[in-house]
């Protein structure tokens, strides 16, 4: 198990809890030539420079692709996984930083208009805009309307979110719980990629089965496990940094007066709970008769398991622990 260094407050040394997986594991295939590739597109992009590329080389996110899309074709590993990394390349040097909320909105039109498909492509001086709409670009070739228009919706609603984030850390203002869960779905991204996970499949969830209510409530308990495993994981490498009041350690921490393990264990609960009900809606899924549905339920079962096994190896959290 994981240990971080002493707890400035106890003395002790913080711990993870145990990160129980019922889920099916696997790996794609492609994984050492979407993880080469992928570093060849983050080069060219120029989102990120200098010592910088080192550490996402290092980092090795073509195996979070592989292992939250084993099933994916050679192609749409890739740009699944070409997805997430513009993701984490956004939140490093927008969402991790000193970047003032104001600051942030202001990229906003620039990014909004390449979703939206809003004119202008030719024009894109921003290096983030510019590779979001090659990302898009890319999507359009293989998605239907309604599956981009997912990814669309999501990603703006991403975007939005990460203003709310920065008034946090401007203000030094610590989210209320509630508040924290709610824009948490919202600031970790994870709408997003769950929105590609029928495109990677080659299969079409219909408007229909995407609103489901038992295919939303799934969506909703694993979006919290995957964030909620993420601000454990990441508990370390952001304590003293600038946004360690956007987790939820320190919300639960702040707010019901525990310690950080004690807060760390509740959150343990909290994510076993929602594994739990991931596996009681499963027959509610299957009872729709829909493959797509399937597939879908499947990958989010991969996103679970592959990103706690991905980041509980990756350089971009484990070396906090150490």
Not at 1 to 8: F, L, V
Not at 69 to 76: D, F, H, K, T, V
Not at 220 to 240: C, F, M, P, Q, T
Request: glycine share 6%.
């Amino acid at each position: 198990m994981a240990t971080a260094k002493a707890d400035s407050l106890s003395g002790h040394p913080l711990r993870i809890p145990p990160l129980a997986c019922p889920f099916p594991r696997a790996v794609n295939p492609h994984v050492d030539e979407v993880d080469r590739d992928t570093l060849a597109w983050l080069a060219a992009s120029g989102m990120i420079a200098g010592d910088q590329f080192e550490r996402f080389r290092i980092a090795r996110y073509g195996w979070l692709g592989a292992r939250t899309y084993p099933y994916a074709s050679r192609e749409l590993c890739q740009l699944v996984t070409d997805w997430c990394v513009w993701l984490f390349a956004f939140d490093d040097a927008y969402c991790e930083s000193d970047r003032r909320a104001a600051e942030i909105a202001r990229a906003l039109p620039q990014l909004y208009t390449v979703v939206e498909d809003a004119g202008g492509g030719d024009a894109v001086e921003d290096v983030f805009a510019r590779a979001l709409l090659g990302i898009k670009t890319r999507i359009a070739a293989h998605a239907t309307p309604d599956q981009l228009d997912r990814w669309r919706t999501t990603t703006k609603d991403y975007l939005f979110a990460q203003v709310w984030e920065a008034a946090n850390r401007e203000d030094d203002v610590l989210p209320t719980i509630d508040d924290y869960v709610f824009m948490r779905r919202r600031t970790g991204a994870m709408l997003t990629v769950f929105a590609l996970i029928d495109v990677a499949a080659g299969v079409r969830l219909t408007v229909d089965e995407w609103l489901n209510p038992a295919v939303h409530e799934m969506t909703g308990h694993a979006n919290d496990v995957v964030v909620w495993d993420n601000d454990l994981i990441s508990y370390a490498k952001e304590r003293g940094q600038a946004n360690i009041r956007n987790n939820l350690v320190s919300v639960l921490a702040g707010h019901t007066g525990c310690g950080v393990q004690e807060a760390m264990n509740r959150i343990g609960v909290m994510r076993d709970e929602a594994v739990a009900a991931m596996v009681e809606l499963t027959p509610a899924t299957e009872a729709l008769g829909s493959p797509a549905v399937d597939a879908y339920v499947r990958g989010l079962k991969f996103w679970v398991s592959g990103s706690v096994d991905y980041s509980l190896t990756s350089s971009r959290y484990a070396g906090a622990w150490q």
